[in-house]
Structure formats: structure tokens, C-alpha cells
């Protein structure tokens, strides 16, 4: 469970790995080669297990990086093939970095970036989510620690600062984010700024989850196109 809700079910997480998975096709279509996964940030993990799950025979290793990991978590993972760990490992070649919704919880992002290209090997790619525009901020980023929410051009300065080749760079959820942003603004209006007791994300009814699953999914299909807005932006590409 994460933020109240079954990522193998919620149509948010279900719709947002769409994209991962075919960038990560491509990539294996292009290396021809084993790839490490770390995840950056993974907290549960879902993302990289859903990877190494639809993926094993092309995956070297799955690397889950999340400072907020017992070391009791550390000990029991260490000789499985998804392994948790404090901090990335240094040298690692052959590997694709994914950060999904990581960067805005982190106060100096740039910092960051820094020391994830210091530590990883040859040959690195990286995959990144972010929430987009800061005119859909409300208390559900309060909620969650955001420091911020990110455009295409932020994003894209934050990469290319830290000598980062972009292949793509695009939004997601674009159709619902009309709504979410008028529903934010109606309630900016009339709350504070201060954390609420939960955030936006909550189970469905199932009918309800699953039209919204459906079509977001569909909508990725043209994603790489839209460079105009939506609810999340996304960066792919190299870090070395």
C-alpha cells in the first residue's frame, strides 16, 4: 500500500507504468544487453518489482535505493536478486536510473542529480517523473513534502546543467488535468496551506478505478507529442 491505496490495482500507478515499461523495451531494443535497475527514492518499490517482474531474463540486478530502509530490510535482501540499500553503489555500467515522483520531495535537486551521475558507471540512463505546474499546488503537495512542482523547461535546465543527454521529454494525464486543476483552484480558495491529515490519493469504486485505468493508459500512447501540459512531466535519456 502507498499513500492509502493497491498500487497493483489504483489506476494512477497502473497508467504510470505504461510509459516506464516502453521506454524500457527501447532501451533493451537498443543495448542488446542485460541493464541494472536502480530505483532511486523507491520507497515500496513498486515500479522497479513490476520491472523485474514483466522483464527477468533482461535485468542484471534490481537495486531499490531508499534511505528509510532497516537495516534488518538491508540484511534480508542482500543475497535476492531486488536488493535494498541505503545509497547507489559506485561503478555500476550498464544501467537504467528511475526516479518516479522523487526529485520534488528533495530540497536541492540539483545536488542530487550530481551525485547520482558521480556514482553510477558507463553507459547510464535514467527515467524521471515529476508532478507538473505549480498552479495545481495545494495541500496535497503539503501533504507529501513537495518542495515543488516542475514545468518541461525546468526539468530540462535541471538535466542538461548536469551535462545529462534528454531524448524525450514530455507530459502525462493531460485529459484530467483540466479538472484537477479548476478542483484545486475552487479549493485553494477557501483552505490554508497547511498539511491536511491525507492526501488526494484514495481507493475507487472499482467500475470508476478501472475507466480511469483504461483511459489514461490509452492516452499514453501519444505522449510523447504532448509538450503543452498535464499532470506529470516526464524526461528520459543518458546520464553519461
Known amino acids: 500500500m502507498e499513500s492509502g491505496v493497491d498500487q497493483s490495482t489504483h489506476w494512477y500507478y497502473q497508467s504510470k507504468k505504461v510509459p516506464l515499461f516502453r521506454y524500457f523495451k527501447q532501451l533493451l531494443k537498443e543495448q542488446n544487453k542485460k541493464m541494472t535497475v536502480i530505483d532511486f527514492g523507491s520507497g515500496s518499490g513498486f515500479f522497479a518489482y513490476e520491472l523485474w517482474e514483466a522483464f527477468p531474463e533482461h535485468i542484471e540486478d534490481v537495486l531499490l535505493i531508499d534511505i528509510g530502509y532497516s537495516e534488518d530490510e538491508l540484511e534480508e535482501t542482500k543475497s535476492l536478486p531486488v536488493k535494498k540499500l541505503h545509497y547507489i553503489p559506485e561503478g555500476i555500467d550498464d544501467c537504467v ?120 493508459s490509452f492516452e499514453m500512447n501519444f505522449r510523447k507529442m504532448n509538450k503543452l501540459f498535464g499532470l506529470t512531466c516526464v524526461a528520459e535519456g543518458k546520464l553519461n
Open 97 to 216: 536510473v528511475i526516479m518516479m515522483d522523487v526529485l520534488e520531495h528533495i530540497e536541492n535537486d540539483d545536488a542530487i542529480i550530481k551525485d547520482i551521475k558521480r556514482r553510477v558507471g558507463n553507459n547510464a540512463h535514467y527515467f524521471i517523473t515529476v508532478p507538473a505546474f505549480m498552479s495545481v499546488w495545494s495541500t496535497h503537495d503539503v501533504y507529501l513534502g513537495h518542495f515543488r512542482r516542475y514545468t518541461i523547461p525546468m526539468l530540462s535546465k535541471l538535466m542538461s546543467n548536469n551535462e545529462c543527454t534528454i531524448s524525450q521529454r514530455y507530459y502525462i494525464f493531460a485529459s484530467i488535468f483540466p479538472l484537477v486543476w479548476l478542483v484545486r483552484r475552487l479549493k485553494r480558495s477557501n483552505e490554508t496551506m497547511e498539511a491536511p491529515e491525507s492526501s488526494d490519493m484514495a481507493p475507487l469504486p472499482g467500475p470508476v478505478n478501472w475507466l480511469l485505468r483504461q483511459y489514461n
